[in-house]
């Protein structure tokens, strides 16, 4: 893919070249064409994304491109890059949700997408004639030029910054800010123009004062491509200022913002960060998910049912995992853990538990309706009603079989009311490591038509206890998270949880929080004991 973007690059380089010093194009126009046919190749190659989706958008690139030259001729072929820019544009929505929007870095990129489709829309306004919000001609193609440019490949570089630094540690709170800047200047900026002289004076000051601190911290970056593009940056959009309180005007602009930004720091950076090329936060393709996928029910015999139940075993496993030891590494001690929990977690099913639910008072009449669907279908079947606050849980596992699951040492654990016989959940248990060797527990829902999973990373805490999440700290490599999966499709979901484990008189006790969109939704207390048959 990379061949054929650098190919489709330079066939672009010379055909706009020879336009340009051919006088088809204007000046304008040439920068416009150079983003959308030399420079755009490179982005697709810097992001580096493998979803088919997104691999046969590349391929329809020439298409695209095609639609640009023969609007040359006739206008009307401009809508042919408007649609390519429009699934670039769904694509950039995809990808955030594909991550959940939990990694801002790459949050940063799908906007530059996302933007796409508004410089689509004004390139065919440009060369159809037409007007938009009062705006025609020049200023069409200025703002479609700014939106080919700076909502494009500053979103791009500053994503690409993330991605360097998020190798070292986790990002830092004025990073974030910048990038928050950085996705709502250009939007603010086209209010302004259109609205008001004020705001867009204030939006190009947050605009600068965002691509200032980008061209600052990029010069830690040790290459000298990326050095010098920012240096010409920062001149760029001085001009950009003086340019906004009216000081210069567009001819000055088009020579001292529009060549230094297009040939300088576009063209320079580009070539910078082709070099580093920083890949993404650990892709969510490299995590291993079960192939497991669930029925309209799942209840208490959803594994047995289909047969992912492994029969040729001498004894079916106990607990969640056979050893507590294998998480071993910094930050969890398998000898600090109380033997009362170790136990808990190696010999589940020789426990016995109750839980008792608090349901947000805003989540409450939600958590209602919920009830009646996770009730039917058996599956994740939180108690919500007053006469469900305590729940007697009956629990048994079962070995299931790694090749139909596609994970390792996986086995079921299935969790069901005592007193109404129905699962409350069904689940498939494994473990796995990323390529630090840190291990996850890889938890597995089956759902209708997919499932979902969390993987959980645990810590010690409390003393003797352990803390389980899904939570991210930041960090490039992490693999945490809760996933769902439909089909061969899997993303991010704004879930997350925290599980406390603690040991207190005898008695191991369990808080389990779960927030959405970062506002906790649930939390269940867990009390859990040991079976008194245990002791005979």
Not at 96 to 103: H, P, Q, V
Not at 168 to 187: D, H, Q
Not at 332 to 346: A, C, T
């Amino acid at each position: 893919m990379k061949k054929y973007l650098l190919s489709v690059s330079f066939i672009g380089l010379l055909i706009t070249t020879y336009l340009y010093f051919s006088h088809s194009l204007t000046m304008l126009e040439f920068l416009l064409y150079l983003s959308i046919t030399v420079y755009l190749p490179f982005h697709f190659w810097l992001v580096g994304d493998n979803y088919k989706f997104y691999r046969l958008i590349l391929l329809g690139y020439p298409l695209g491109v095609a639609g640009v030259y023969l609007a040359m001729a006739s206008p009307k072929m401009s809508i042919v890059w408007l649609v390519f820019c429009g699934l670039l544009a769904m694509y950039g929505i995809f990808r955030f949700f594909a991550s959940g929007g939990y990694y801002f870095e790459e949050t940063l990129i799908d906007v530059s997408f996302i933007y796409m489709g508004l410089g689509g829309l004004w390139y065919v306004v440009y060369m159809m004639g037409a007007k938009l919000f009062s705006f025609s001609g020049q200023v069409a193609l200025l703002t479609a030029i700014h939106f080919h440019y700076s909502s494009l490949y500053v979103l791009l570089f500053a994503g690409l910054l993330g991605r360097i630094m998020k190798r070292e540690r986790p990002l830092p709170v004025w990073y974030k800010w910048m990038g928050a800047f950085m996705i709502m200047s250009p939007i603010l900026i086209a209010l302004g123009i259109t609205y008001s002289w004020v705001v867009e004076v204030i939006s190009v000051c947050l605009f600068v004062l965002a691509l200032i601190v980008y061209g600052i911290k990029s010069f830690t970056i040790q290459n000298w491509f990326i050095k010098i593009s920012s240096l010409l940056l920062m001149f760029s959009m001085a001009m950009a200022f003086l340019y906004a309180i009216r000081i210069v005007d567009i001819p000055f602009m088009v020579n001292a913002h529009g060549l230094v930004n297009a040939f300088g720091f576009v063209g320079l950076g580009m070539v910078g960060y082709l070099f580093i090329s920083p890949e993404s936060h650990v892709m969510i393709s490299s995590i291993p998910f079960s192939k497991i996928q669930g029925d309209r029910v799942i209840g208490t015999n959803f594994f047995e049912r289909n047969e992912y139940v492994e029969q040729q075993v001498e004894e079916q496993p106990r607990g969640m995992v056979d050893s507590m030891e294998v998480f071993e590494r910094d930050g969890f001690r398998y000898e600090q853990v109380h033997p009362l929990i170790r136990g808990f977690y190696e010999r589940t099913i020789e426990f016995d538990m109750k839980v008792y639910p608090e349901w947000h008072p805003i989540f409450l009449p939600a958590a209602r309706w919920y009830k009646k669907f996770s009730a039917k279908i058996e599956q994740m079947n939180f108690p919500v009603l007053k006469d469900e606050q305590e729940t007697e849980v009956e629990s048994r596992m079962l070995k299931l079989k790694d090749a139909m699951d596609g994970r390792e040492n996986v086995r079921a654990w299935v969790r069901m009311d005592k007193k109404k016989n129905k699962a409350i959940y069904a689940a498939a248990y494994s473990t796995h490591q990323n390529d630090w060797g840190e291990r996850y527990y890889n938890v597995f829902f089956p759902l209708p038509f997919g499932g979902m999973t969390s993987i959980l990373r645990i810590t010690n805490k409390f003393g003797e206890g352990v803390t389980l999440t899904s939570f991210s700290k930041g960090q490039w490599f992490e693999h945490q998270g809760v996933y769902l999966t439909i089909g061969k499709l899997t993303v991010r979901l704004p879930i997350n949880e925290i599980i406390d484990v603690w040991e207190e008189g005898g008695i191991i006790k369990a808080k389990h929080d779960s927030w959405l969109f970062g506002i906790k939704v649930l939390t269940l207390r867990y009390e859990i004991v040991e079976c008194i048959s245990n002791y005979k």
